[in-house]
Structure formats: structure tokens, C-alpha cells
């Protein structure tokens, strides 16, 4: 189990209500295995969280892009981890699963990675069951409203708070947020912005279909990974007067936050034929970029994580972002798990 290095709270609480509380987890190929395993990891954060007294009513916790989506390792076995590229694990979940996968690929439709595509969906029952039922068990236990960061699921919709799947519909990367009943709110929250490799398998969101969700703490608006750097992301955030953005992100970075490249698609590396991780994008994420077009808008505070972990090729997590008032607010750093509680 990794240690939990840094539990950090920005700005003083004494004045200011609400806060958001950014989790950075480590994440292992073990911690995929089992459902128990995967809560437990996650849970371990909010644990962390709670022995300082930082969730408060209608705190809201926000994890990274893609923390559900390596859930299609559920059920494999142990030796998957020795495989020194996800190219020969890709071989051994379609070998080890010959049957399911050619019903998930007979579901799968043009895209170009079709095995991929199948592998997403002979594993998308159990990966939303998993990922559903962890999220939504943890936003009751701490009353919190929870951003769970992104699943790739096939068509996710939203009835009654409950997440259902269309298997042969097209695939997404699609975030929610759970409320303190445990029921997801409004509709799935889906990645708009693209890079070549996950439009192998993945099909792009309408960003003019960005949801902007009326929370006790204040309008809310959520966009994935490097959404955030596109002007086009903005129309209904600016339209409905959004006073919160969230921004779960997946990176591959250097730790220096003027030379963050996004690796805007997990699964990059999982794509890769060697050991190395492969950048899935040069595009540098522009801070000052995201500071101007927050100008434009009616947004008090804004706060974005990544994920971290030892999955095959990732590795080094990029710093988190805050944004209060206008202005990038000094955060602590970690390589290992964090957690970030920022006050307004």
C-alpha cells in the first residue's frame, strides 16, 4: 500500500464555508483485481481526510480522469502484472477470455481499435457495477458529493440515479457525480475533447452539452482531461453562470507544472509496444491559457488532479491546480498519494 504523503488545506477556513477536496491516489494493476480491493484503495484517501476533519456538510471530493476505467482488469490473474507491455497483457485478456470477448467484439462498431473496444465491453457490466458501488457507498458514508472521476463505459445514461450501459453503443469516457444519498446527479459527464488514440476506440462528447449542476456550495460545471483548454467548452458554463469548475485530468508529466504534457488518453501506454510510456499529446497544458478564458466567465474557484500510479508505463503525476478568485494558488507538490482541501 502506498503511504499517503501530503493531506495539505488551502486557504484558511475560518472565513470561507465550502471546500473541494482534491484526491491524487496511487494507483496499482493489483488494485484492479478485485471490487473490495479497488474500494479499499480508494476508500483509504477519504479516511485520510476524515481524521482531520476536513469533510464537512456538502464538501465535495473530486478524483482523477480515468480512476475506473482500468477497471477492466476485474477477475484477471496475478501474473498479468509480470507482462512487460500491455501489448502482451492485451493477448492475455483476449486469451484468457476468448469467449466473452468475441461477444464484446461482435458489439463493437467502426472503430478502428476494435480490441480494445471489445476488451471495454465484455468488461463493461462488471466495471460499472464496481465502479457504481464504490462511489456510490463512499459519497454515503462521508455525506459528500463526490466528482467520481471517468469510466470508459459503452453509452452510459442516467435513470433515477442509477448509471445503465447500452453495450453495442458507442464507447465514452464519461465522469458523475454521486450525491450524499448515493445517487448519481444528472447525466453522464462525457470527455468532448479527443486525442488520435482515443478516438480509436472512443467516440467524443458535445461540448455544448456541458451540464452546469445547481449544488448547495454553488453552480458546478465538470470537464475531463484538457476540455478545459478549448473555448468551445465554455458557451454553456458562461451561458449559465457557473461559479465552480472541476477538472479531473490524467497526465504523464515531469512534475514541473510549465512543462505539464497532457497524456490525455489513459490507455496511451496501454497501447504501447514497449515498456516506455508514450506521451499521447506534445500539447503542453497552458495555465495561463486556462486563466484567461476562466476571465470570461462567472468561475470563483477552480481545482484539478491527475492520477498516479504503476500501471505498466505511468508514472509521475502532474502538480494539481487551484484557482481561487482569479489567481493559481501555491499547492504542494507530491509523487506519492495527496490530498488537497481547498477552502472558499
Known amino acids: 500500500m502506498h503511504h499517503i504523503s501530503l493531506v495539505e488545506e488551502v486557504n484558511s477556513s475560518d472565513s470561507l464555508p465550502h471546500n473541494i477536496i482534491g484526491i491524487q491516489p496511487v494507483m496499482d494493476v493489483s488494485d484492479y483485481f478485485m471490487q473490495t480491493t479497488f474500494k479499499d484503495k480508494v476508500r483509504q484517501y477519504l479516511v485520510s481526510v476524515t481524521r482531520k476533519s476536513l469533510i464537512q456538510k456538502n464538501s465535495i471530493i473530486v478524483y482523477p480522469e480515468s480512476i475506473g476505467t482500468w477497471l477492466f482488469l476485474l477477475g484477471e490473474k496475478h501474473n498479468i502484472i509480470e507482462k512487460p507491455s500491455f501489448l502482451e497483457a492485451r493477448k492475455t485478456l483476449v486469451y484468457s477470455n476468448s469467449f466473452d470477448y468475441m461477444l ?3 458489439k463493437t462498431s467502426d472503430e478502428k481499435d476494435k480490441e480494445l473496444s471489445a476488451i471495454f465491453r465484455m468488461k463493461a457490466k462488471s466495471m460499472l457495477s464496481a465502479y457504481y458501488e464504490t462511489f456510490s457507498d463512499l459519497s454515503m458514508e462521508t455525506s459528500a458529493y463526490i466528482v467520481a472521476g471517468s469510466i470508459v463505459l459503452p453509452e452510459p445514461r442516467v435513470v433515477d440515479g442509477k448509471i445503465y450501459i447500452k453495450l453495442n453503443g458507442p464507447l465514452y469516457n464519461a465522469s458523475f457525480i454521486f450525491g450524499p444519498d448515493g445517487l448519481v446527479i444528472g447525466q453522464p459527464i462525457l470527455k468532448a475533447f479527443l486525442n488520435e488514440s482515443e478516438a480509436q476506440y472512443m467516440t467524443a462528447g458535445n461540448p455544448q452539452d456541458l451540464q452546469i449542476f445547481d449544488l448547495p456550495f454553488g453552480k458546478t460545471a465538470v470537464m475531463l482531461g484538457t476540455d478545459n483548454m478549448h473555448p468551445e467548452s465554455y458557451e454553456n458554463l458562461i451561458k449559465d453562470e457557473a461559479e465552480i469548475l472541476l477538472s479531473p485530468s490524467f497526465y504523464s508529466s515531469d512534475k514541473k507544472m510549465s512543462d505539464i504534457k497532457p497524456s490525455t488518453d489513459s490507455l496511451k501506454t496501454l497501447q504501447s509496444t514497449t515498456n516506455r510510456a508514450i506521451s499521447a499529446s506534445s500539447i503542453s497544458y497552458d495555465v495561463d491559457k486556462f486563466l484567461s478564458l476562466l476571465k470570461s466567465t462567472s468561475v470563483q474557484v477552480a481545482l484539478g488532479v491527475s492520477m498516479h500510479g504503476e500501471l505498466w508505463d505511468l508514472n ?16 504542494t507538490p507530491s509523487d506519492q498519494g495527496a490530498v488537497w482541501s481547498l477552502n472558499f
Open 104 to 106: 464484446g467484439y461482435v
Open 316 to 331: 509521475n503525476p502532474s502538480p494539481p491546480l487551484a484557482i481561487f478568485k482569479g489567481d493559481s494558488l501555491p499547492l
